[in-house]
Every structure is written in C-alpha cells, then in structure tokens.
Nanobody, 114 residues
Framework: QVQLVESGGGSVQPGESLRLSCRASGSSISAYAMGWYRQAPGKQRELVSRIMNDLSTNYAHSVKGRFTISRANAQNTVYLQMNSLKPEDTAVYYC????????WGQGTQVTVSS
C-alpha cells in the first residue's frame, strides 16, 4: 500500500552536497523505522542510514560525519543531507522501511566525479 518516490539526485563534483527526499504516499510512515540504501554498479544494496520513529539515527561508517538523515512526519517524507561527497558515494539511492521493506521505488541516481 505504501509507495515511495525518491528525488534530489544529480551529478556533482567531489566535496559538493546534495539533499535527497523520499516522499511516501498511501499510508503514514510515522510509526516506522526508515532507512536510506544505495546500490553501486556491480555491488549489492547496502544500508546507508536509518532513523527511528523517536528520531534516533544510525549511520554506516563510510558516511558518518558527512550524511544526516531526518524526517518530517507532517509531510510523510524522509530526507538525506549528503555533504562532502566522494566518488565512492556514486550509486542509486533508495529509501524504504527498515526491517520489513515495502516495495522498492525507482531510486535516484547520485554521481560524484571530477
């Protein structure tokens, strides 16, 4: 029932920033832990960050200190602020419920290159 649409990706140079948005529709996601995931070419999908319904957060070691996850329950939206981007951050980024996943959305492409 919940549908997820990611947006905000693009092509940037190393050191620049992007803000990704994950808009949910069909049902409220305020009660769920939510996560941002990414999948680079030839690699498996990995969890980047998660946020609980009490707003506590967790980050993969590779992005800690550079990325910030947040949520706005009134907008049924989860965000990922990405600073100091590196080429190894290049991937398709997805959001989803953490644990019991909903259907995956299309994702949004992030490309970091000079």
């Amino acid at each position: 029932q919940v549908q997820l649409v990611e947006s905000g990706g693009g092509s940037v140079q190393p050191g620049e920033s992007l803000r990704l948005s994950c808009r949910a529709s069909g049902s409220s996601i305020s009660a769920y832990a939510m996560g941002w995931y990414r999948q680079a070419p030839g690699k498996q999908r990995e969890l980047v960050s998660r946020i609980m319904n009490d707003l506590s957060t967790n980050y993969a070691h590779s992005v800690k200190g550079r990325f910030t996850i947040s949520r706005a329950n009134a907008q049924n939206t989860v965000y990922l602020q990405m600073n100091s981007l590196k080429p190894e951050d290049t991937a398709v980024y997805y959001c989803n419920r953490f644990g019991r996943n909903f259907d995956w959305g299309q994702g949004t492409q992030v490309t970091v290159s000079s």
